[in-house]
């Protein structure tokens, strides 16, 4: 039996992307890790894209909200703590369990 990774849903200028298992997103090799710097810049590259054409992609994590990037963002506390008025954390809790929902098969 076969279950989708993520859905997609557009609302006009927003898109959710609803992240069902998060396996999908692992790519590379075994031991392969991306720099903590190197995903903050490609995220605020994209937020800042998103921004530009007045569009808002919202991640959720199996139906919660978890973060939300580019024009219709209101960065409070993530603004101090990334750098970007384009992203949004909007549940610490969801973010913290997608990442670590991402990183479970990389043992």
Do not use: C
Request: glycine residues 8%.
């Amino acid at each position: 039996m076969w279950n989708p990774a993520f859905s997609l849903e557009f609302q006009g200028d927003k898109v959710l992307l609803d992240v069902t298992d998060a396996s999908f997103f692992n790519f590379g090799e075994e031991g392969d890790d991306i720099g903590l710097f190197s995903k903050l810049k490609t995220a605020k590259e994209l937020a800042q894209v998103l921004t530009d054409n007045h569009l808002t992609l919202s991640i959720l994590r199996k139906g919660k909200e978890a973060l939300s990037l580019g024009y219709k963002t209101h960065p409070t506390l993530s603004r101090l703590i990334i750098g970007s008025d384009d992203i949004q954390i909007d549940s610490v809790k969801e973010v913290a369990k997608l990442k670590r929902d991402i990183g479970k098969d990389e043992k």
